[in-house]
């Protein structure tokens, strides 16, 4: 019996495709040098390093830095402020895009609905290096122009990045700012998909617009909330190392301090890399284990999975 196989079909679609293969060497090259040789540093967790001693000539200490890393009070505190400003951003950037995707779908001048889809999904393309200084300058107690509004309205000015409690605040704000309008789009995509024939059997059976969003519109968004917001979980010791560094100081670091500037710190300022390796290194696994654990409820709730 003859056994065909694809060796030579494959050989022949390589022939055709094999500009396409070459357009990916630069991604794998660029992934491999900046994503997968750097990990050979993981072992400084475990050294003492030294730089002038090398990888190969700096002591070993086992587990010590993780141990030290508990026992010391402000890592305690660098990964509860992690987890709060980090679920709080995904509870409200889940509610705020399903909102606002709500409203917008209520929009019949297509025109106007464009314009105002266009001016709230612009901020996602501003660094936080532009809207750090923005925020800094509308947020100051003395000339800023939150507080002068405030002062007009015979309050008193807040310091709203120099105490701990109103910076959360500021931050998780902020950040749905710049982000709701991104998240938008998948609600919309979702909205656009519904079926109009279900609107106008529920027009005809006398369903008025509230009654179309409640029993229509908000059942087809339920599945993609789900998704995002277990795959999620895999962002909730990602609480946004940009947003932070360029917004906090030392006076709020008791509420503001995440993960990423902790490591950032100790590693870079003082010189304590080991440390800051084997807490980044933490907070990678913890990560791992989160992203596939959100990645399985996403199958289970939602049928969805990427492999």
């Known amino acids: 019996m003859h056994i065909r196989t694809r ?9 055709k495709t094999w500009p396409l293969h070459l357009m990916l060497v630069p991604g794998i090259v660029f992934t491999i040098v900046f994503a997968y040789l750097p990990m050979a540093g993981i072992v400084m967790a475990f050294q003492d390093f030294k730089p002038w001693l090398g990888f190969t ?14 026992e010391r009070p402000d890592s305690i505190q660098v990964i509860w402020n992690t987890l709060i400003i980090a679920s709080l951003k995904i509870v409200f950037q889940l509610f705020a895009p399903f909102l606002f995707a709500l ?3 209520e929009i019949r001048i297509l025109g106007f609905k464009r314009a105002v889809q266009t001016l709230v999904y612009l901020p996602h393309f501003l660094s936080w290096v532009i809207l750090g200084g923005i925020l800094l300058d509308m947020l100051s107690p003395e000339a800023g122009l939150v507080n002068k509004a405030l002062t007009a309205f015979g309050l008193e000015p807040i310091f709203f990045l120099g105490n701990g409690d109103w910076f959360r605040v500021t931050v998780v704000l902020s950040d749905v700012w710049k982000e709701f309008g991104f998240g938008t789009i998948v609600f919309l ?10 609107y106008e059997a529920a027009e005809v059976d006398g369903a008025n617009r509230w009654k179309q969003t409640v029993h229509i519109t908000i059942p087809a968004l339920v599945p993609i909330t789900i998704v995002l917001g277990t795959l999620s979980l895999g ?12 917004l906090y100081n030392p006076l709020v670091y008791s509420k503001g301090d995440i993960i990423d500037t902790f ?3 100790m590693a870079i300022l003082n010189g304590e890399m ?7 290194l933490f907070k990678s ?23």
Do not use: C, E
């Not at 060796?7 to 022939?15: A, I, S």
């Not at 962002?235 to 360029?246: M, V």
């Not at 696994?285 to 999975?305: Q, T």
């Open 235 to 246: 962002n909730i010791l990602n609480a946004g190392f940009d947003q932070i560094f360029n």
């Open 263 to 265: 490591v950032y710190r």
């Open 285 to 307: 696994f913890v990560a791992l284990v989160l992203i596939v654990i959100s990645y399985r409820l996403a199958y289970k709730f939602a049928n969805y999975k990427i492999f």
């Open 274 to 280: 080991s440390f800051g390796t084997a807490v980044g």
């Open 189 to 198: 995509a979702s909205l656009a998909g519904i079926n109009p024939s279900l």
């Open 103 to 105: 409203l917008l779908n």
């Open 57 to 70: 000539g700096s002591p070993w200490v086992g587990w010590d830095h993780f141990r030290y890393m508990f």
């Open 7 to 15: 060796g030579p079909k494959l050989r022949w679609n390589f022939r």
